[in-house]
């Protein structure tokens, strides 16, 4: 794959083909296997990553309100109707549309009947999370609890905490927490999220997709300071950059089953090895790629971060390089 004429691939189900196939269907309208997907995926950490990608397909359509219709009992059904209903508040939210409060009630309210209905279940308590970042004021009592840690500030820690409870370590949770961070301190500096993306990949076992939870708040630093595109070489070979760029790789990357893991996670991490000069290493990240690519980090090396073609291009660089190197 390193010889000329290789594409990347863009698609939210990577390397699972049967999140393919359900996808797939769910584009032309069809519920069922997705149904039947979700009946048969083993572990919170795959129900979580599967619903998320299956809701931001489903969001712009009226399938999973079909299934609804057609099995009015169905669990899965219920945890997706809050998945689709979440994912229209936080896209309304971040587009600014007139109906974002009436939406984010209504999400609110499906979170709070999914808990209910399955309480064994991390994603209601992930998707009160996601709506968090609606609240950036922290009106809200449930979003300025008291922290667990004295170095990190009031916020959604019970919602954390119940998701934590359910799935420890839960990827898509933290990443919401840091989603809530993010929007704190939307005009500000980005130290908490500094922090707090380094005391959990600090509490988290090896293995964990928490390890790359840094190289996502450099990465989001980089683009509020909207340097100039070559200035962000530079910017990953300090020296705090590659020792989260190796935390990544040897305490998570090289415990993980890479065709399970993220895409944003492994473009993440190639990403940071590329921009740290470890081309070796970045060179294993980019061979269990294999086609696939995500548009970010990459996009924000480029001079126009909204055009797609040079994020290609500049992965396609970096991929070359390391893989030739």
């Known amino acids: 794959m390193a010889g000329h004429g290789f594409r990347p691939v863009y698609h939210p189900a990577g390397h699972d083909h049967a999140l393919r196939h359900a996808v797939q269907d769910l584009r032309t309208g069809r519920w069922v296997s997705m149904a039947r997907l979700l009946d048969e995926t083993p572990g919170w950490a795959d129900w979580t990553r599967r619903t998320q990608v299956l809701a931001t397909v489903a969001a712009g359509t009226d399938v999973v309100q079909a299934w609804r219709t057609e099995q009015p009992d169905s669990v899965p059904a219920t945890v997706m109707h809050t998945r689709v209903a979440v994912e229209r ?19 609110w309210t499906a979170c709070r009947d999914a808990a209910e209905q399955a309480p064994a279940d991390p994603v209601p308590w992930i998707c009160l999370l996601a709506l968090a970042v ?116 040897n305490s998570w990357f090289l415990f993980c089953a ?43 090396r480029t001079a126009r971060p909204d055009d797609r073609a040079l994020a290609e291009e500049d992965f396609l660089r970096a991929r070359a390089r390391c893989l030739g190197h």
Not at 91 to 101: E, K, L, V
Not at 209 to 238: K, N, S
Not at 265 to 285: I, S, W, Y
């Open 89 to 107: 508040a936080v896209r309304a939210h971040r587009s600014g549309h007139p109906r974002t409060r009436e939406l984010w009630q209504s999400a």
């Open 134 to 249: 609606l609240d950036d004021r922290q009106h809200m009592e449930q979003h300025r609890v008291r922290p667990p840690a004295p170095i990190l500030p009031p916020g959604p820690w019970g919602l954390l905490a119940e998701a934590e409870k359910r799935d420890p370590h839960n990827r898509e949770a933290h990443h919401r927490m840091l989603q809530f961070l993010y929007a704190r301190s939307s005009s500000g500096p980005l130290s908490e999220a500094v922090t707090y993306a380094q005391w959990a990949a600090a509490s988290a076992p090896t293995g964990s997709a928490l390890h790359a939870l840094p190289l996502y708040v450099r990465v989001e630093r980089y683009r509020r300071e909207r340097g100039h595109e070559h200035a962000l070489d530079l910017h990953w070979v300090a020296e705090d950059a590659i020792r989260d760029a190796a935390r990544a790789m």
């Open 258 to 300: 890479t065709d399970e893991a993220s895409l944003l996670d492994l473009n993440h991490l190639a990403h940071a090895l590329h921009g740290a000069l470890r081309f070796p290493d970045a060179a294993r990240v980019f061979e269990a790629l294999g086609p696939y690519y995500t548009v970010l980090p990459w996009a924000y």
